[in-house]
């Protein structure tokens, strides 16, 4: 068994056999959800969670191995792969050991110790290394060499301390032990570049700012970086903030890694320097750049993952129905753009009305939605949540209460992304014929209906459920994103004969291409009635068949498996289970009674094992299940539209828009969430916040403080707690600190907006 596959296991909790069978699996072109789903089997039950960190890290070792190769390679060339050396590069475990191994074997530039190991001082910086006992003036004296540029005894010494500064600098052990004590105890600091302190003011929180490195949050951390990267702050680390000479415990471990003392020889004067200089000149930047490259990886890793947990929820987030939905994207000037929409997502009609300021054509705009939902049988009106929303949202309420017999319901729906995918080119070739802004209220009214085949269609980037996503490493986070996306559209299934091409993308085994052919054949064929007329699509080979099918649904086809989970390899393990009992497709098909009653163990064969076998009776007794909850609507509070309504204590309903690490984002319908800080999310401690809520989720809140002039909003979920402490900057009151409060407020409006509702929590501790 390879050495990647015991480390892979170890680290994902699973035997070495389920790793190198998922591994095989992957190096034949099968896809993560096709082997979650369909290969439980051969890997042992591993599930997407577990194969998504095996594949990221088989690249990653995989990656780490060929460097290894290479270096190998490399210094073997060089006649000086000795067999500790040799040992050493082969246990490295990762790169940044790898890399320190090689350091003193790498090609590089012509340096100072270079320099002088060719003007022949080698031997006198070695002799003073091995013998503080010597003179260094005298040894040196021996050494000139006016042709070389070493005209005098100070220039020899200079050499040789070259020389030994680089030899110390490139020790990989010397650096390992130096990474682990910064690692351990470096503190992280903070401060505005002079002059910088205006154009800088976001980042006000960082002018003066300390804490350990091991402690600094990923949102921290990617503030301070951003702030770095504008020219605002300067960061650094501190090897021992506490010391009054911070840097020396630093040099005192180079020195002890070459058992060098002060014993007032002749020698040490000069060796001391030695270890100065090559802990300021040498190693502290480089060390410095690795550990806050190091924190930037893990930040980035952290807010990738923050934003992937909330991209999951709100694609499967419960859809309304596939039911006849009058979508308004509201506006004051330019008017609310109109679509109505059939319960297939085909729009019907569209308008522009001018209900509000300057144009104030309520009544007229109201008989417009009355009309429209009169005839087309409007069971939903979507409303959007941008500029207007609320008042838009009384004219749906409005037309619900002139229409009563239609029993019609309406809905706050999010606009993330809705410009963006109106102003792409899959809008354009979907709805060439429509303008811009009434394509925005088309994807508002399908989101609605399915949030998540119309969220497939915007770059997951766009939809804004993300941590400083600009910041991060943005091949890992688009990665990561597709990877949840992926995951999301084979969890819930495909309609073959109804998705659009950017749906079909998505499903295992397809791509771009294969799903324009599936659309373009299904509109020169006709629909599709059984899952092998796909083999009849161009360029979609039997590989991808093998990868697609089970995912991919048709709806009173030829065949009911069809429009089941069930994978097509499976159908003669139905006929046999049918052949056995005397019964029919349709007899069996979600036939709870029956299938609960058969035996999984009297089906094995050399084809299907019992897990299979058990996936396959669920499978049939709910067929095509989705596993998205129930939908459900957020009623927000009559009255409250804007900041100015809301009250310190006010009780609220609100949705869930984004969670990070430090709290949830919330929109009470008043254009500007607010956020409950994650001391403030439950009577409880809780350690993640997405353990409490998820995007999406419909939470009952509390107002605890309201900054009107930076428009930011303090909420708690602790209902019960009283907020007669809570305190507003509107009102010229300062938030109450304690001296244990260890968390700065945040830049940015979302973790600004964290620290007032950290400081009410705060002053609610005080009391």
């Not at 006198?124 to 021996?142: C, T």
């Not at 998505?506 to 629909?527: C, F, M, P, S, W």
Request: with cysteine.
């Amino acid at each position: 068994m390879s050495i990647i596959v015991k480390q892979i296991a170890a680290e994902i909790a699973a035997r070495p056999e389920q790793v190198a069978a998922a591994i095989a699996l992957l190096d034949e072109g099968a896809t993560v959800p096709f082997i979650a789903r369909y290969r439980k089997e051969v890997t042992g039950a591993l599930d997407d969670t577990q194969l998504r960190t095996l594949d990221q890290r088989l690249t990653y070792l995989r990656e780490l191995e060929e460097r290894r190769q290479v270096i190998l390679k490399t210094i073997a060339e060089q006649g000086k792969l000795t067999t500790a050396l040799e040992q050493a590069l082969l246990a490295a475990d990762n790169k940044t050991r790898l890399e320190d191994l090689y350091l003193p074997y790498k090609t590089k530039r012509r340096t100072k110790g270079q320099l002088a190991i060719e003007a022949g001082i080698l031997p006198l910086a070695e002799a003073l290394l091995a013998n503080a006992m010597l003179q260094p003036e005298q040894a040196a004296a021996a050494y000139i060499n006016a042709d070389a540029g070493y005209t005098d005894v100070k220039a020899v010494l200079d050499g040789a301390k070259y020389i030994l500064m680089e030899q110390f600098a490139e020790d990989a052990d010397l650096l390992a032990r130096l990474r682990e004590y910064l690692t351990a105890n470096a503190q992280l600091q903070s401060t505005v570049v002079n002059g910088k302190e205006a154009e800088g003011a976001k980042f006000s929180d960082y002018f003066s700012h300390t804490e350990p490195l091991k402690h600094v949050p990923s949102h921290r951390a990617l503030a301070m970086f951003r702030g770095r990267n504008e020219g605002i702050l300067q960061l650094q680390l501190i090897p021992d903030a506490n010391a009054e000479q911070p840097h020396a415990i630093c040099e005192q471990m180079v020195a002890n890694h070459f058992k060098l003392r002060q014993l007032d020889r002749p020698a040490d004067a000069f060796l001391r320097t030695v270890v100065q200089w090559t802990w300021k000149v040498k190693l502290q930047l480089h060390l410095e750049n690795d550990l806050l490259s190091e924190l930037r990886e893990r930040s980035d890793a952290e807010a990738i993952k923050v934003f992937a947990r909330n991209l999951k929820d709100l694609l499967m987030a419960a859809p309304a129905g596939m039911r006849p939905t009058l979508a308004l994207d509201p506006g004051l000037r330019t008017g609310v753009k109109v679509t109505a929409i059939d319960e297939t997502g085909k729009v019907l009609n569209h308008t522009t009305i001018y209900p509000h300021a300057p144009t104030n054509q309520w009544d007229k705009s109201l008989q417009a939605l009355i009309a429209l939902s009169k005839q087309y049988q409007i069971e939903l009106i979507a409303v959007g949540n941008g500029t207007a929303s609320r008042e838009t949202d009384k004219l749906a309420a409005e037309v619900i209460k002139a229409l009563p017999q239609q029993r019609i319901s309406k809905v706050m729906v999010s606009e993330a992304g809705a410009s963006v995918y109106s102003a792409s080119e899959l809008a354009a070739l979907e709805f060439p014929d429509l303008d811009v802004s009434i394509r925005g209220a088309v994807s508002i009214g399908r989101r609605l209906q399915d949030p998540l085949a119309e969220l497939v269609k915007i770059e997951p980037k766009a939809i804004g459920v993300g941590q400083y996503q600009h910041d991060v490493n943005q091949s890992l986070l688009t990665k990561s994103l597709d990877a949840v996306v992926e995951d999301c559209v084979n969890a819930v299934g495909v309609d073959l004969n109804t998705a659009s091409a950017a749906l079909l993308a998505r499903v295992a085994g397809l791509n771009k291409t294969l799903a324009q052919n599936i659309v373009q054949y299904r509109d020169e064929h006709g629909r599709f009635n059984t899952r092998k007329q796909l083999l009849k699509v161009p360029r979609l080979g039997p590989k991808a068949y093998e990868q697609a099918a089970g995912f991919l649904r048709i709806n009173n086809g030829e065949n009911p498996l069809d429009a089941s989970g069930v994978h097509p390899e499976a159908y003669p393990l139905v006929e046999k289970i049918l052949a056995a009992h005397q019964k029919s497709v349709e007899q069996i098909i979600g036939n709870s009674s029956f299938l609960q009653q058969l035996d999984p163990a009297r089906f094995v064969d050399e084809h299907f094992g019992l897990l299979t076998i058990a996936d396959l009776i669920k499978e049939l007794d709910k067929p095509g299940r989705d596993p998205r909850p129930e939908f459900q609507m957020a009623h927000f509070k009559e009255g409250v539209e804007t900041l100015a309504d809301l009250k310190v204590g006010m009780r609220l309903e609100g949705v869930v828009t984004n969670v990070t690490n430090f709290g949830a984002f919330v929109d009470v319908g008043v254009h500007q969430d607010g956020l409950v800080h994650i001391s403030a999310l439950a009577d409880k401690f809780v350690s993640d916040p997405h353990q409490v809520v998820k995007a999406g989720d419909i939470v009952q809140v509390k107002v605890l403080e309201v900054d009107a002039a930076r428009k930011r909003i303090a909420l708690t979920m602790k209902l019960n707690e009283p907020t007669q402490q809570a305190t507003t900057a509107a009102s010229g009151q300062k938030p109450v600190t304690t001296k244990t409060a260890k968390v700065k407020p945040q830049p940015e409006s979302a973790n600004a907006a964290m620290g007032q509702a950290f400081a009410a929590a705060l002053a609610k501790t005080k009391k």
